[in-house]
């Protein structure tokens, strides 16, 4: 949990340079491996709706030129914003020189999302569609995508979209690729096509934890069951004099799913403090993907406000000794008055290295977002053998060096606890609570957002509220 920290981050700076060079390079130069249709395929596009109910990305493929090109051997992504994590598209074909039967489109997700993509609608063709001579085009293909709840959708933050494209154009926002090779268009960046990406479905295999929180009570006994451990016994964090209070931990339904909710209360006094965390027993997490949906409160839900109150999912290891650096810890904390020396709400995600705890001393590296969080929100952490990543409702929060990967496997943890009682001078009684949708850790696969509220959906289609298949360490 952050404290204020050194903040120490060890980098190769041969690395670095490498990659920067590479990566500059990347915008300017086609793989080398394309074909000699490299650069004499072009893509013209223009809007056909500038609305909210659906997209109309209107598409000409021309081939300038002196060989025929099997359009079965052509692919082209538009690339596109998701309007949340959870939301699916349909694809449809209005019309088509080379006919709708023989034009195909897939959804599929990004590995790197970015602040205007994180999803591509990948439009293809059938052998029907035969072959695209030299100095010809495809003619119009008037295609369009639409949520499938039929709610409006946003295109002013997506990639590709052009709503001052209302005539055929040359558009280098969308790709278009020959037999594997990208042959037009840039992507957004970090995505070249020919990268691997997560496809829209989540991948198959892969031990999992998922837990949708469909208990009936702190003491239901499926909680120990599954994992779980309702904590009671003393210690920090939080104030002098607080109580881990298990009942504090309750079950109900919203939105037609089963919600964990954790409440903190306290009327100004240590004693009077009862504070919530809920943790796994083992600690067997590490490398991969873990995702939850919590509800960030900025208000009490009775009483005065102003707590320095700290709202958690996060995953954690013991420190063996003062600095050891074995040590792993990876936050998702929600100050909604500040503290720590903060004036108001702040998100800190936070990677630990390892800390001392008397006198104190932190390494750690955090990324920071002041302002309100209050209600739900989708928040994945991926971990791989070189990167953590940070995503706040599918957006990409924060990066995190290799020098704080983790050593040992960790636990899952929730909880809501006060750092101090100087927030506010009353001794009147008041409430918080966080409370939990569900949490999901997918071991050694590093799953986009998409992908994630993909495999929880399906988890929900079929009725699972529980599975666990990851190994004890």
């Not at 003491?219 to 002098?240: E, F, L, Q, T, Y």
């Not at 939850?292 to 900025?298: H, L, P």
């Not at 809501?416 to 696969?445: C, F, N």
Request: aromatic letters at 12%; one cysteine or more.
């Amino acid at each position: 949990m952050p404290r204020p920290s050194l903040g120490r981050t060890r980098k190769n700076a041969l690395t670095f340079a490498i990659a920067a060079v590479l990566g500059c390079a990347g915008l300017a130069a086609q793989p080398a491996t394309a074909n000699a249709a490299q650069g004499e395929l072009t893509v013209q596009y223009h809007t056909g709706s500038t609305g909210s109910d659906q997209a109309e990305p209107w598409l000409k493929v021309k081939n300038g030129g002196a060989a025929g090109v099997a359009l079965s051997g052509l692919k082209v992504r538009y690339y596109f914003k998701s309007d949340a994590p959870s939301t699916t598209y349909r694809f449809a074909c209005s019309w088509a020189v080379k006919g709708c039967a023989n034009v195909t489109g897939t959804f599929g997700t990004l590995a790197r999302p970015t602040a205007n993509a994180d999803r591509y609608l990948e439009i293809g063709f059938t052998a029907g569609a035969g072959s695209l001579a030299p100095g010809t085009d495809t003619g119009d293909l008037q295609l369009r995508f639409y949520r499938s709840d039929w709610q409006p959708l946003n295109q002013a933050d997506d990639y590709s979209f052009g709503p001052a494209q209302t005539a055929y154009g040359n558009w280098s926002k969308v790709t278009a690729q020959l037999d594997g090779a990208v042959v037009w268009g840039s992507a957004p960046e970090g995505n070249d096509p020919t990268d691997p990406t997560d496809p829209t479905d989540p991948p198959a295999g892969g031990a999992a934890l998922f837990d949708d929180f469909d208990y009936t009570a702190y003491n239901d006994p499926k909680i120990s069951a599954h994992g779980w451990n309702v904590r009671s016994n003393s210690g920090g964090p939080g104030v002098p004099g607080a109580t881990w209070a298990p009942e504090n931990v309750t079950f109900s339904s919203s939105g037609g799913n089963s919600v964990m909710n954790l409440e903190t209360s306290t009327s100004g006094t240590g004693e009077s403090t009862r504070q919530t965390e809920v943790l796994t027993k083992a600690t067997k997490f590490k490398n991969g993907t873990y995702a939850a949906r919590i509800k960030f409160g900025d208000a009490p839900r009775s009483g005065p406000d102003g707590d320095h109150l700290v709202q958690t999912f996060f995953t954690i290891n013991d420190l063996k000794a003062p600095m050891a650096d074995d040590y792993a810890e990876y936050d998702f904390e929600y100050l909604p008055n500040g503290g720590w020396g903060e004036p108001s709400n702040i998100l800190y995600t936070t990677s630990w290295e390892t800390y001392n705890p008397d006198p104190w001393q932190a390494v750690n590296q955090h990324t920071e977002g002041r302002q309100s969080y209050d209600g739900w929100h989708d928040v994945v952490l991926t971990i791989d053998n070189s990167t953590i990543r940070y995503y706040v409702d599918g957006r990409l929060f924060g990066t995190h060096d290799a020098a704080y990967l983790p050593e040992r496997p960790m636990s899952i943890n929730f909880n809501q606890w006060l750092i101090d009682l100087t927030g506010q001078s009353s001794t009147s009684p008041r409430k918080y609570d966080e409370q939990v949708d569900y949490v999901l850790h997918v071991k050694d696969q590093v799953l986009t957002p998409a992908t994630v509220a993909a495999k929880v959906a399906a988890y929900r289609s079929a009725g699972t509220t529980f599975e666990d298949t990851v190994p004890s360490s």
